[in-house]
């Protein structure tokens, strides 16, 4: 890399003053700002090395910012930048998560022929794993294998990882088997996708004789993922004590300095309930990057919070309000929702208040916090002005977001006592700005609210079917009285 920076700076003013991967993240990582320093990239017309594209795709994708990385390659590549077999599975993958697998599917099948090779394939093939498709992809790995392009463990991997998130564990030690009968060598994910295998069916034995062959091996030595999984196998085990071990073992391992294994045990440390460390390893992760993210302090406050440490949260919380950049509101819910827990209704109130002020933008979770609050006490008024904010807030972030079942039927249940048809028709104007179809229990609450105030409503049967309400008997005895056709 120290190679690379000089040729930057020794480069002509045909090139971007100073590399391009710095350029995207000069004013921080937020989508909006790295959109804007992209487009004005583009705009410049400016010429920067291949690796430098590279690089700058790469820490895009790390931040799950798909979008302005796939536009970064398309148009390089359209200004004449040649992409590579790795590059066309990169691409594939970025399709894939900006456009569906469709256009994923579009893109491999339009590839020249000598680009369809293990890359490609085996990047759709991880896409097909990722959309939980199990049908396309063992037909896909099938394919490969006939092309002999399971030829590294990364297929294998994708493949182990649909077994695990679709309840088919069980099948996992089969591919194991499959890539040692192939001298298929396991990589570290290899090895820890196993060992959750073995976890899901409650083998911790097993689990166990996996380390011990890592170890054996020694061509692929445990690093710190391997004891943060283990750490976690055990503690969803019940296991603290053997937990707290694999930890230490990470903490060994955590050289040089991962941010990720730092977050790791905090969290961790957290599920065993040993606050002394999740201080201690916070004390480390702020010695190690001064500079600190949002993540972290979002990380350790909800750690805290969850300890009932909240006085250490607060004080976190504090530290992190003084000199963020950017107010992220999931910072601030996090102590919104332990003040909330605790009663403490006006200290989260505040929050809201100074969170408004400082730039933040108030979201579906944070009404959905007051939301539940005001549940508990019974304030229904407030209920509903909070489901009110909370719908508007996810549309405006283009996010839906729907109040829980329960609290619709209380609501409901609240309008027919008060009689309060105006605010039970508002409730479902509300809900079907975010849902298609509201279930059955809803309109009959409706009729019911209609009958309770003695209120006629002129074409409220055509209205049932069309929005295909199944009338019941009593809902039928109901609209004799409440409508009017």
Not at 63 to 73: D, E, N, T, V
Not at 85 to 94: K, W, Y
Not at 402 to 410: D, G, L, M, T
Request: charged fraction near 30%; hydrophobic fraction near 40%.
């Amino acid at each position: 890399m120290a190679a690379r920076t000089k040729l930057i700076a020794k480069r002509s003013s045909k090139y971007l003053e100073g590399a391009l991967y710095r350029r995207l993240f000069r004013e921080g990582s937020a989508p909006a700002r790295v959109r804007k320093e992209l487009t004005l990239f583009l705009k410049s017309r400016k010429r920067v090395f291949k690796w430098e594209v590279g690089v700058s795709v790469r820490k895009l994708r790390e931040r799950k910012r798909f979008r302005p990385a796939l536009k970064l390659q398309e148009t390089m590549a359209r200004r004449g930048m040649n992409l590579t077999f790795s590059d066309h599975a990169i691409q594939l993958d970025l399709v894939a998560k900006s456009s569906g697998i469709s256009a994923a599917e579009d893109y491999f099948v339009n590839l020249q022929e000598p680009a369809k090779n293990h890359l490609t394939y085996g990047a759709l093939l991880n896409c097909y794993c990722k959309e939980l498709n199990t049908e396309k992809a063992e037909a896909l790995a099938k394919k490969m294998k006939e092309l002999n392009f399971m030829c590294s463990p990364m297929a294998y991997n994708s493949l182990m990882t649909l077994y695990s998130k679709t309840g088919q564990a069980k099948r996992i030690p089969d591919i194991i088997r499959e890539m040692k009968v192939n001298e298929i060598l396991p990589d570290c994910y290899t090895y820890n996708i196993w060992m959750r295998g073995l976890a899901a069916m409650n083998d911790i034995t097993g689990v166990e004789r996996v380390i011990d062959e890592m170890k054996r091996d020694g061509r692929v030595p445990p690093d710190w993922t391997t004891y943060s999984n283990l750490a976690s196998i055990y503690v969803d085990a019940g296991m603290h004590h053997k937990a707290e071990g694999a930890l230490i073992e990470l903490e060994k391992r955590n050289t040089p300095w991962s941010l990720e294994a730092y977050q790791f045990l905090i969290t961790l440390y957290g599920r065993t309930g040993n606050l002394f460390e999740v201080h201690r390893i916070w004390r480390s992760l702020k010695l190690a990057f001064p500079k600190m993210a949002n993540i972290s302090y979002l990380n350790v406050i909800q750690v805290l919070v969850k300890l009932k440490d909240l006085p250490a949260a607060e004080s976190i919380f504090k530290e992190w309000e003084s000199h963020c950049s950017t107010y992220d509101m999931r910072v601030a819910n996090a102590l919104i929702g332990a003040y909330a827990a605790e009663d403490m209704i006006d200290k989260a109130e505040a929050i809201k208040k100074r969170a408004k002020k400082r730039g933040g933008r108030l979201n579906s979770k944070t009404w959905e916090i007051f939301m539940d609050y005001y549940f508990r006490e019974g304030d229904m008024k407030k209920v509903l002005r909070c489901v009110d904010r909370g719908i508007k807030k996810g549309r405006s972030h283009a996010r839906i977001w729907v109040p829980k079942h329960e609290i619709i039927v209380a609501l409901m249940n609240y309008f027919e006592e008060q009689k309060a048809v105006n605010n039970a028709e508002k409730l479902i104007e509300l809900l079907k700005k975010v849902q298609s179809e509201l279930q059955t229990e809803t309109f009959e609450a409706l009729v019911r609210i209609y009958a309770a105030a003695g209120k006629k409503c002129p074409g409220m049967r055509r209205r049932l079917k069309m929005e295909n309400v199944a009338v019941s008997h009593e809902m039928e005895m109901l609209l004799e009285t409440v409508s009017v056709d």
